[in-house]
């Protein structure tokens, strides 16, 4: 993109920046997405280890909210099942359904807004789907071919739409001007547009203002680990996805066996297992399996007797940034830089599902 010109530019090629970039060039913009990844899709790509069936980098679950989940079903043409089991949380030899956290979570957030008799900001926040209280179990729904068919249908989307891309792209600093914003990249290029939008992990190491002040936005690197299992085994106990509270190896594991079933023999199953970065980096890949399977084993998610017939651990970087350094940095650019909020992946969506919502028919 060097020396170019656009109407919009997009840090990311995640399914919320790519939904952003069409929605922009129906409005009639000359749009770029520009993403430091050789391929798009954000953390919706997929991996493929030497022995193992392309499959999702790591354990995934959608949060519940029906205007965002109808809106991806239409916009991507995605095949979404319910979790079979539903997702469950672990803890101490008990385990409460997945969406039972929000429970928690939102009587905590009404006591402390009561203490402090914030009751119109209560009101809003209970207003938003991050809170919200549920007797009834709530059903999980996720694409039926994982991260593989929304990675599909994310590339269809890109290729039917003609949407701009320029990849292996890494944006270093960000100047306002008067007639827009500077551009330069990390390979020295240079390049200009008249609005910048990012996201929560958009990694930008200066945005300097008209006004020649500057901000470093809080970019915090965060390293997702999985390991990803290709067993002989049955599972004794039936389970989708799982969230392990109290482990020092593990916090999250899926199954992933339905996602590519049709590349398995009839006794293999294939799981990913989410390690805790402390764990891993302080242990050898020998000790790590040793204690996953042994863990896997005594809570009967699979036999005794499985046989470990492949496997391959993978490191997926993400950065955040601090809200408040976004909200400042959105105030002081007096509309030229816009934020995508994505730090869950359908709750991203219903924070846009006005604009979105124009993209789609929804009966």
């Not at 952003?20 to 798009?40: C, L, M, P, R």
């Not at 709750?347 to 919502?357: G, K, Q, T």
């Amino acid at each position: 993109m060097k020396d170019q010109h656009h109407n919009v530019v997009i840090i990311g090629t995640s399914p919320l920046a790519i939904t952003e970039a069409v929605w922009q060039k129906s409005k009639g913009k000359s749009v770029v997405n520009i993403d430091d990844k050789a391929v798009a899709g954000g953390a919706w790509t997929n991996i493929k280890h030497d022995g193992i069936p392309a499959v999702e980098i790591g354990c995934h679950i959608w949060e519940v909210e029906k205007s965002a989940t109808d809106f991806l079903k239409a916009f991507y043409d995605l095949n979404l099942v319910q979790f079979k089991p539903q997702p469950r949380i672990l803890k101490k030899g008990s385990s409460i359904p997945y969406g039972w956290k929000l429970n928690l979570s939102t009587l905590k957030y009404v006591l402390k807004r009561s203490l402090r008799f914030e009751f119109k900001r209560m009101k809003a926040g209970l207003a938003t789907p991050e809170f919200s209280f549920s007797i009834v179990p709530r059903k999980y729904l996720y694409p039926k071919g994982g991260a593989n068919e929304l990675h599909a249908q994310v590339m269809n989307k890109i290729e039917s739409e003609k949407l701009d891309l320029s990849l292996n792209t890494e944006l270093k600093h960000v100047k306002l001007t008067e007639s827009g914003i500077d551009l330069k990249l990390k390979n020295g290029d240079q390049s200009t547009c008249d609005k910048l939008i990012l996201t929560s992990l958009s990694s930008i190491e200066t945005i300097e203002f008209e006004d020649g002040s500057s901000i470093s936005p809080e970019t915090k690197q965060v390293d997702y680990i999985h390991v990803h299992l290709l067993l002989e085994t049955s599972i004794p106990k039936a389970f989708s996805y799982e969230r392990w509270m109290d482990d020092e190896y593990i916090h999250r594991v899926s199954d992933m066996t339905s996602q590519v079933s049709d590349e398995l023999e009839s006794n293999q199953k294939l799981l990913c297992v989410g390690i805790h970065a402390k764990k891993y980096h302080a242990s050898s890949h020998e000790t790590l399996l040793e204690a996953i399977i042994e863990r896997m084993k005594n809570r009967k998610l699979i036999e005794g007797k499985a046989k470990l017939v492949q496997h391959g651990f993978n490191v997926f970087p993400s950065y955040y940034n601090s809200a408040a350094k976004l909200t400042e940095i959105e105030a002081r650019s007096n509309g030229k830089i816009s934020v995508l909020r994505s730090t869950s992946f359908t709750y991203s969506f219903f924070n846009h599902a006005d604009r979105f919502a124009e993209l789609v028919n929804i009966s």
